[in-house]
């Protein structure tokens, strides 16, 4: 039977997530102990273990059928794959910084500058989009030390807490990209290959969409039940059960995890009591 390929990054900040996101989708693998390439015993799939920056590349020539990097790889690569799907953690954004002291008052900053970058294409795609001229300085690794040695002006690099921009003394001054871990997958995957990776979305899905939803109780008069719908944008209505208490029922749903504290006021305005909100393991739509 054939058995799908997926790429890892062998070390670093995408590895331990995506290990991760496939034990959550019930994929079992061995303790890779530093192989290159391990198999799963309980799913048609096998997984290697690479640099990420070489994933598009075998992807693109099909030694791997899909795999999980970062979306600035994905688009700097500019190989021939597609994303599959987006999966939601290790959110980062490329963005371009200046030392601090710089009076900065926009883009037209950079024109005639030098910038330090691991990611040139991105770069490039960028300034031609806003009409820059710029040099463009490509180093592959501690972009942000460019200005104080002298290599730049300025700098484009990934950025999540800010902290090394900081430390460094640069500042950020535009937002060129908003990124998170991707699955990428070949464009000419054989239909057995297709129809694994489709069982494969489906649990990455499952489990995703129950990250990001919260299972509700809560208990109320009955007089105040139709607000309490109208206020619980659920999957489907709500279930509604009568408690032993005269009057009352207890209502159960689901609600999105970013509009929980909003609801929560509007419920106990309503007359909800008793109000439980638990997670959920997965969501099957
Ligand atoms: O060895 P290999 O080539 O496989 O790994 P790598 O060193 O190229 O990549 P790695 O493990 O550092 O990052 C993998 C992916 O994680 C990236 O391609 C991004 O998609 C994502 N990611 C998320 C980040 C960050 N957040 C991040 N903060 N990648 C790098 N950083 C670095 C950034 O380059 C800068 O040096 O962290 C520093 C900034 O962080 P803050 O928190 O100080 O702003
Ligand atoms: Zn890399």
Same mark, same amino acid.
């Given at each position: 039977?054939?058995?799908?390929k997926i790429?890892?990054?062998?070390?670093?900040?995408?590895?331990?997530?995506?290990?991760?996101?496939?034990e959550?989708?019930?994929?079992?693998?061995?303790?890779?102990?530093?192989?290159l390439?391990t198999?799963?015993?309980?799913f048609?799939?096998?997984?290697?273990?690479?640099?990420?920056?070489?994933i598009?590349?075998?992807?693109e020539?099909?030694v791997?059928?899909?795999?999980?990097?970062?979306?600035?790889?994905?688009?700097?690569?500019?190989k021939?794959?597609?994303?599959?799907?987006?999966?939601?953690?290790s959110?980062?954004?490329?963005?371009?910084?200046?030392?601090?002291?710089?009076?900065?008052?926009?883009?037209?900053?950079?024109n005639?500058?030098?910038?330090?970058?691991?990611?040139?294409?991105?770069?490039?795609?960028?300034?031609?989009?806003?009409k820059?001229?710029?040099?463009?300085?490509?180093?592959?690794?501690?972009v942000?030390?460019?200005?104080?040695?002298?290599?730049?002006?300025?700098?484009?690099? +990934?950025?999540?807490?800010? /902290?090394?921009?900081?430390?460094?003394?640069? @500042? #950020?001054?535009?937002k060129? !990209?908003? $990124?998170?871990?991707?699955?990428?997958?070949?464009?000419?995957?054989?239909?057995?290959?297709?129809?694994?990776?489709?069982?494969?979305?489906f649990?990455?899905?499952a489990?995703?969409?129950?990250?990001?939803?919260?299972?509700?109780?809560?208990?109320?008069?009955n007089?105040?039940?139709?607000?309490?719908?109208?206020? +619980?944008?659920?999957?489907? /209505?709500?279930?509604?059960?009568?408690?032993? @208490? #005269?009057?009352?029922?207890s !209502?159960? $749903?689901?609600?999105?995890?970013d509009?929980?504290?909003?609801i929560?006021?509007?419920l106990?305005?309503a007359g909800?009591?008793?109000?439980?909100?638990?997670?959920?393991?997965?969501?099957?739509?």
């Amino acid at each position: 039977m054939s058995k799908l390929k997926i790429a890892l990054q062998k070390a670093g900040r995408l590895s331990e997530k995506s290990l991760v996101l496939l034990e959550e989708c019930g994929i079992k693998f061995p303790n890779g102990g530093g192989k290159l390439i391990t198999e799963s015993p309980n799913f048609p799939i096998d997984i290697l273990f690479l640099r990420d920056d070489d994933i598009p590349q075998y992807v693109e020539q099909g030694v791997a059928d899909v795999g999980i990097i970062g979306e600035n790889v994905f688009l700097e690569s500019r190989k021939d794959i597609g994303i599959a799907e987006k999966l939601g953690f290790s959110a980062c954004r490329l963005s371009l910084a200046v030392p601090k002291e710089v009076h900065y008052t926009g883009l037209d900053f950079f024109n005639h500058k030098r910038v330090a970058t691991s990611y040139p294409n991105i770069l490039s795609d960028y300034f031609q989009r806003h009409k820059i001229t710029a040099t463009i300085e490509v180093i592959s690794g501690s972009v942000e030390i460019s200005p104080s040695i002298g290599l730049a002006e300025g700098i484009c690099d +990934l950025v999540s807490s800010g /902290s090394t921009l900081f430390s460094n003394g640069l @500042k #950020e001054v535009e937002k060129v !990209l908003s $990124s998170q871990a991707v699955l990428v997958s070949s464009r000419n995957l054989a239909a057995d290959k297709q129809a694994i990776l489709a069982k494969l979305l489906f649990r990455i899905r499952a489990v995703n969409n129950a990250k990001e939803n919260k299972y509700i109780l809560l208990n109320a008069p009955n007089s105040a039940l139709p607000r309490i719908e109208d206020i +619980l944008p659920g999957m489907n /209505s709500p279930t509604i059960l009568p408690l032993a @208490k #005269e009057g009352w029922s207890s !209502l159960h $749903s689901v609600i999105g995890e970013d509009k929980f504290w909003d609801i929560i006021d509007e419920l106990k305005a309503a007359g909800a009591e008793g109000i439980l909100v638990v997670p959920i393991e997965k969501m099957i739509l």
